[in-house]
């Protein structure tokens, strides 16, 4: 419960408005994950529709999908065509909203500690250094992978104590897509959104 916790956390604050160094990102999405949550928490826990949508309305602009979608097929990217990447790309993300989403009723801004940036931000990847403190008294450490566009810096990536979503994810669908297929693995990420809604 602990570590999904963390990861909860984690994925929710892959949110917030483009910025313009790294840790702005960070900063920002807890700053607008504050904001969107305050007085809403007893709302968003019993209408699920409501508590995505506020996290896909702050998570869309700032969160790379497809690029994230990339690095988790790996090989299997550029063995599809357009449309089978477009339909993963979106189931994945529903996937991440499912999995994650309900994080942000957890979301204390007091527990997160973003420390000093010390890359390089004229590279067009960078890493964000984060501590979230759990009420135990535990220091977890959480570092966002962001790459530079256009627009501004977006997230792609979560490691959590060093272990990285993007590839957990890809070792996980890897196996899935090499026995099912890439068609299959899509299917059955859209089909624990229908599993969901059929529960509610």
């Known amino acids: 419960m602990k570590q999904f916790f963390v990861v909860s ?7 917030g408005a483009l910025a313009a160094s790294p840790n702005d990102v960070v900063q ?6 504050a904001v969107a949550i305050e007085g809403r928490k007893d709302e968003l826990a019993d209408d699920r529709d409501a508590l995505f949508a506020v996290v896909d309305e702050i998570l869309l602009p700032i969160f790379d999908r497809r690029y994230a979608a990339q690095l988790v097929l790996g090989r299997h990217w550029r ?10 790309i979106e189931a994945f993300y529903k996937s991440l909203l499912r999995k994650y989403g309900e994080g942000i009723l957890q979301f204390d801004q007091s527990s997160l500690e973003i420390l000093p940036f010390r890359g390089d931000d004229t590279k067009n990847r960078a890493t964000v250094k984060t501590i979230i403190k759990l009420d135990d008294g535990t220091k977890v450490p959480v570092n966002y992978g ?14 959590i104590e060093g272990i990285s979503y993007v590839r957990n994810f890809r070792t996980e669908l890897n196996a899935e897509i090499q026995a099912k297929g890439l068609t299959a693995v899509i299917d059955r990420l859209n089909g624990e959104q229908d599993s969901t809604s059929a529960a509610e």
């Open 9 to 15: 956390i984690a994925w929710s604050l892959s949110c």
């Open 28 to 33: 920002q999405a807890a700053d607008s994950l």
């Open 79 to 88: 063995n599809a065509n357009e449309e089978e990447r477009e339909d993963f």
């Open 146 to 159: 962001v790459v530079k566009r256009d627009a501004g810096w977006m997230m792609f990536d979560v490691a």
